[in-house]
């Protein structure tokens, strides 16, 4: 089993900046980590992720202006958010997976708004 907590979610307004921290339980070069996020009404939206090589995607909407990453030492992996738009006010959450399973853990969730 393994346990994630995201962190770093807030107010910030349009054009501004986030970065959101998420700390697992397990080593993350075994896990298949990602970023989801979800508005009321509407389902949940993956927004990024990384591989336990390091490969990372991103959907449409967010590419050139969000980034994926992770350390190793801290078993964390990060969201850096730039160029925050009002249609990225959601609730985060943070996953993972064992490469070798189909059981996905999800963290609590932190909201994120982007307003004037």
């Known amino acids: 089993q393994v346990q994630v907590v995201e962190s770093g979610g807030g107010l910030v307004q349009p054009g501004g900046s986030l970065r959101l921290s998420c700390a697992a339980s397990g080593s993350i070069f075994r896990l298949s980590m990602g970023w989801y996020r979800q508005v009321p009404g509407k389902q949940r939206e993956l927004v990024a992720q990384?591989?336990?090589?390091?490969?990372?995607e991103y959907t449409e909407s967010v590419k050139g202006r969000f980034t994926i990453s992770r350390d190793g030492t801290k078993n964390t992996v990060f969201l850096q958010m730039d160029s925050l738009k009002p249609e990225d006010t959601a609730v985060y959450y943070c996953?993972?997976?064992?490469?070798?399973?189909?059981?996905?853990?999800w963290g609590q969730g932190t909201q994120v708004t982007v307003s004037s």
């Open positions: 996953t993972a997976q064992y490469i070798t399973s189909t059981t996905v853990y």
């Open positions: 990384i591989s336990s090589g390091g490969v990372t």
